[in-house]
Each structure stands twice: as structure tokens, then as C-alpha cells.
């Protein structure tokens, strides 16, 4: 039976629920319909083409349609496409633990799978509480996380409950677990209402206290390093995450860095930790680990915490999680070759002039009158659009003013999408300068055009 791809939006609108939408806008709006990509673009049904503003979700790194990942993975499906990591080992899940480990920081030493950000964010907050109950029975009240104000780990109710974000997690209230909080430096609204320098990182000193006062409680710090991606692109002073390593360290609390949005090369090196030299207990890492074209995470832990789960099997001190598609061999085999691409396009290095040409372009958006602040950090971006410079009012929720800049740049060739009144601007690593100015360019005029008419 042959569909033609003219039906496709309406048989979507019939019968997909579409994730972070209203779908009573969605049913109402054209929407596109994307069916093919090459690069930094993409092609919708029509023909009509895209550059990828946002990665796909903040997943793309090294192009769509990559001839060498899709080889990667054809040459896996030839071999098998998945097997069981419950009771069996698997070539390419192997092959990648061992990568990993190579490029992360050094205290990380073992590799647990899983398929999604939220799901290895979960993995570490199980580990870190398991971990603490076996140690003995000094540890025991070691229960509670520590996580920041505003932050984003995931979907699923333990990730939800160290979230921080009122608009996407209040509802679920009864449901979470208590988490205990500490200040995300959020300099441009700083909620201590200080400045920065001057303010020599209240912020960091006020988490120090916290760490400290609830250390006897506390399993583990949960954090997103050097930017908070979902909470609208919040880059963090120099010398915060340092700080709050090292509270971490000195009161046996652990540090968890997911680097779900920020790893493989986003900000600019492998990891944000590599900012800082933060040398976490435990990493989480999704998003862009394939390269964009699988779903894939893993959750890194040092060997400390590992071994903390050694024992006979009837001392029940087994990790007993797992989830079925843990390592999967085609997402495995297109991770291995997303790391060989780095290596062999040389990306991180080769970058460091397109990250300062990306920044130094966007910092011209400064000028126009309804971007309060644009901050910046690798390849990713967010542009905060106020309706009154002076006093940094917000808009108005109604007036949907970034959703409506996001449409206008669509019908410019450019998908964007917007969090809040934050417009994201996160292509691919592979993008070039003269496609950082069409993509820029156009961001510039569809803002200008939205909220100065
Ligand atoms: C996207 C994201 C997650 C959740 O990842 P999913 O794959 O969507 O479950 C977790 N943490 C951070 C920092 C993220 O950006």
C-alpha cells in the first residue's frame, strides 16, 4: 500500500501525540513534516529545505545523512542489530565502554547503559542512593539529593523530582521525592540580586553551606555543568563548578555532572567538566553520544563507587537495573564511529575559531531592543528576549513571543525552537562560517521583525 506524503500531516495529526505541545495548537497549526536531511539540513515533504538550527534536540552533531555513520551502522545491521547486555556481552558496547573511559575524566571507570538522558540520570541517582545504603551504617541517613534551582534532568519521576523547573514539573509535586536545593548562578536575574564580579560568588558560597549542613543526609550533588541547557541556556560564572566540586569532595558527597546536553564537544571540548577540570564520581551522558542518529546513554561511575556494589551474590549488594535495549549494538556501533570522527576531523580543535566567530556574531544581537542578554558557550546559545530592556521584564506567557520568532524564521528556512522567551540557536558541530552567518542571519531579522513591528 502506497501513502503519499501529502497525507502524512493529517495522518499525524490523527494519530500522534506529540511530546512538550499543546496539541490544541498543534491539530490548528501547518505543521512540517520532515522527510530526509543532509548536513546542517533538512527537507520536509515538499521539497522546501532547513537548516537544523538546534540539532535535532541538541543531538546532531556531525550532520545529517553522514556517510560514515550510516555505514557504521549498515555494516552493524548486517552483523545483528541488538542482543542482550542481561547475562551476555556484545562487540560494539565493549569497544565504546573502553572509548569512553579513554576520553572522559579520569576518576570515571566504568560504563552502565541505558537509552535516554532521563534514564541515565535515574541510573546515577539509584547508584548513588544504593551505594551510600551499602557502605555501612554510618551512611545510612545519606538519603537526599542535592540539585540546583531551575535545573533539567529528564522526564521520568526521579529525574523530575532534582528538575527545577516549576512550568514542566509543579504538577507532579505529590509524586517526587524531596530534593534539597541550591542556587543555579543565573547572573542576569541573579537571585541574591548581587553583580558579578563583585558579588565573588555568593551564589557558590551559599551551596558550599548547604553541601556542608546536609552532608550527613545527602548521597549526591546532581548538576548540570558550566550551562544549564532546558532552563533557557544559563552559563555559569568561572569558578562556580570548581567550588562546588570541591564542597562536594571535602563533606563525602558525591558529584554527579550530567553532561546529557553538554558532552561530545558542545561547549566547545569533549566535556563541559574539562572547563573546570572537575573530575566527577559520576557523568551522565545521551544527546549527541551517537553522533544524533540513535538513541543511546551511559552513565559513568569511578571505581570507588563501583566496587561498593562487589560482593557475593547473596549479600544482594547487585545493581539490580537495567534497561532492555542497555548497549544496543547498532546505537553502540554509531557512537564508536561519532568518536572516530572526532578524532579523525579533529572537531574540538578544529572548532575553536568557528566557537569565537559564533560568539562574537551573537553578541551583536545585544544591540536589538528586546534581547536582554545572550549567552553563549560552545556551539549553543541563548538569546533572552524581554519586553523592557531597562527594568529585563518578561513577556507576557500569552504573547508567546518565542514560539511566534521560531514560525518566523521557518518561513526564512531555519527550524529553531525556543524555550520560553529564550531563543536557542544550536546547529550541528560540523556547521561552516558562512552557514553560521545564514543562520544567524536570519535569527537577527525574525526577532527584529517579531519584536520591534
Ligand atoms: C535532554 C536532557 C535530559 C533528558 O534526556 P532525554 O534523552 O530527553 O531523556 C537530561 N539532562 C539534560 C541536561 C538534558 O539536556
Known amino acids: 500500500m502506497h501513502i503519499p506524503l501529502t497525507d502524512i500531516e493529517k495522518i499525524d495529526k490523527e494519530f500522534v501525540w506529540h511530546p512538550f505541545t499543546q496539541m490544541l495548537d498543534w491539530e490548528k497549526d501547518d505543521n512540517i513534516v520532515i522527510e530526509r536531511g543532509d548536513g546542517i539540513y533538512l527537507y520536509d515533504i515538499h521539497g522546501n529545505r532547513y537548516i537544523d538550527g538546534v540539532s535535532s534536540l541538541w543531538v546532531n552533531m556531525h550532520g545529517h545523512n553522514n556517510k560514515e555513520l550510516n555505514d557504521a551502522i549498515k555494516e552493524q545491521a548486517d552483523k545483528i542489530s541488538h542482543s542482550t547486555l542481561l547475562g551476555l556481552a556484545s562487540v560494539p558496547s565493549a569497544i565504546l565502554a573502553q572509548k569512553l573511559i579513554e576520553i572522559a575524566p579520569t576518576n570515571l571507570k566504568k560504563v552502565f547503559y541505558s537509552d535516554s538522558g532521563s534514564t541515565s540520570v535515574e541510573i546515577a541517582i539509584k547508584v548513588a542512593f544504593q551505594y551510600f545504603r551499602q557502605k555501612g551504617p554510618k551512611y545510612k541517613n545519606k538519603k537526599k539529593f542535592i540539585a540546583a534551582t531551575s535545573a533539567y534532568h529528564g522526564d521520568t519521576i526521579g529525574s523530575v523530582s532534582v528538575g527545577g523547573m516549576e512550568l514542566f514539573h509543579s504538577i507532579y509535586k505529590p509524586l517526587l521525592f524531596e530534593t534539597l536545593r541550591i542556587t543555579y548562578p543565573y547572573c542576569y536575574r541573579c537571585p541574591f540580586n548581587l553583580k558579578h564580579p563583585a558579588c565573588e560568588l555568593y551564589c557558590a558560597k551559599e551551596a558550599e ?5 546536609y552532608a550527613d543526609q545527602s548521597a549526591a550533588v546532581i548538576i548540570e555543568p558550566m ?48 572547563h573546570e577540570d572537575i573530575n566527577p564520581d559520576a557523568m551522565c551522558l545521551a544527546k549527541g553520544i551517537t553522533g544524533g542518529y540513535l ?12 566496587e561498593g556494589f562487589i560482593a557475593n551474590f547473596e549479600d544482594n549488594k547487585t545493581f539490580f537495573h537495567g534497561h532492555t535495549y542497555t548497549g544496543n549494538q547498532l546505537a553502540s556501533a554509531s557512537a564508536i564511529k561519532s568518536l572516530e570522527l572526532f578524532k579523525k576531523n579533529n572537531i574540538i580543535n578544529a572548532n575553536v575559531p568557528k566557537v569565537e566567530y559564533f560568539s562574537k556574531k551573537l553578541k551583536e544581537f545585544g544591540g536589538l531592543e528586546h534581547v536582554g542578554e545572550v549567552r553563549t558557550i560552545g556551539l549553543m546559545a541563548g538569546i533572552e528576549l524581554v519586553s523592557d530592556k531597562k527594568s529585563k521584564e518578561s513577556y507576557p506567557q500569552k504573547d508567546k513571543i518565542g514560539h511566534r520568532v521560531i514560525l518566523k524564521a ?21 556547521i561552516e562560517k558562512n552557514e553560521i552567518d545564514q543562520l544567524l542571519g536570519v535569527v537577527y531579522d525574525s526577532i527584529k521583525s517579531v519584536t520591534q513591528q
Request: proline share 6%.
Open 227 to 274: 550551562v544549564q541547557g532546558a532552563a533557557g541556556m544559563i552559563t555559569m560564572p568561572a569558578g562556580y563548578m570548581k567550588k562546588i566540586e570541591k564542597a562536594c569532595k571535602d563533606n563525602e558527597v558525591l558529584l554527579i555532572v550530567d553532561e546529557v546536553a553538554t558532552g561530545f564537544g558542545r561547549t566547545g571540548k569533549m566535556f563541559a567538566c574539562e
Open 209 to 213: 553551606k548547604i553541601i556542608s549542613y
Open 410 to 430: 521557518r518561513e526564512r528556512g531555519v527550524i529553531i525552537r525556543p524555550l520560553g522567551d529564550v531563543i536557542v540557536v544550536l546547529p550541528p558541530l560540523v
Open 295 to 306: 538513541p543511546l546513554a551511559a552513565t559513568l561511575f569511578s571505581k570507588e563507587i563501583y
